[in-house]
């Protein structure tokens, strides 16, 4: 069985830029998670979808954003992009609240 | 939220040695996972344990979910295990919370 697989593994952008990092669940699970760990921040909740809705956000500004899409597959958008959104994006997914999440080996996503 | 605290912040061990991490939890919880985070950053999923005990290999994990505590065993270390190790729990809020972590590492 494939695990949680993340997309691209490395990412370079401009502040200002738009990011987009995309995600695919484990077959059967509905739910995907996003979670940044920045560099002496630890792991910060961004993102839930479930059934193509977005369930639940962290605290985070408006310019971090994203989708869920029929087959369950997931896309998380960063928008103007800032200095400080240089993190490690961990998408995780379950078969739906209540259950084990799994995690991706995440995208690294560098602002320069 | 539901804030996590975990214990030690950084462990040293000889391999072989035999260690004990804690983890705190301030609310009740529906989910507590055990992850051990590789030196690529992937999270690697330890044990799945709101309550009870598990054992896997040289791993073994238990939470006392009524006096909001984990435990996570590790015996016989190895080099494999350093790492960070964190724990994570989830409430009525549906979202992961995760404690700051212990850093491992395990000399030879």
């Known amino acids: 069985e494939a695990g949680v697989t993340q997309s691209p593994t490395h990412l370079i952008k401009t502040r200002g830029q738009q990011a987009t990092l995309r995600c695919s669940p484990i077959?059967?699970?509905?739910?995907v998670y996003w979670y940044q760990q920045a560099l002496g921040l630890g792991l910060q909740f961004l993102l839930w979808?479930?059934?193509?809705?977005?369930?639940n956000r962290g605290n985070f500004p408006p310019r971090f954003s994203g989708r869920q899409f029929p087959n369950y597959s997931s896309e998380l958008n960063v928008n103007a992009l800032e200095l400080e959104d240089s993190a490690l994006y961990l998408c995780a997914s379950s078969p739906g609240a209540g259950y084990g999440y799994t995690f991706g080996s995440g995208t690294r996503l560098t602002v320069v | 939220g539901i804030q996590v605290e975990q214990s030690p912040p950084d462990l040293i061990l000889q391999e072989g040695a035999n260690s004990t991490l804690r983890c705190n939890f301030s609310d009740s919880v529906n989910n507590l996972q055990w992850f051990h985070q590789n030196p690529w950053g992937q999270l690697i999923n330890l044990f799945y344990?709101?309550?009870g005990t598990k054992q896997n290999g040289r791993l073994s994990a238990t939470t006392v979910a009524t006096e909001r505590y984990s435990l996570l065993y590790i015996s016989s270390s190895q080099t494999t295990d350093s790492g960070v190790y964190f724990c994570?729990?989830?409430?009525?809020?549906?979202?992961?919370?995760f404690g700051a972590g212990t850093t491992v590492t395990v000399r030879a």
């Open positions: 344990i709101p309550s």
């Open positions: 994570a729990v989830e409430g009525d809020d549906y979202k992961l919370s």
């Open positions: 979808y479930d059934e193509g809705e977005e369930r």
């Open positions: 077959s059967g699970h509905t739910s």
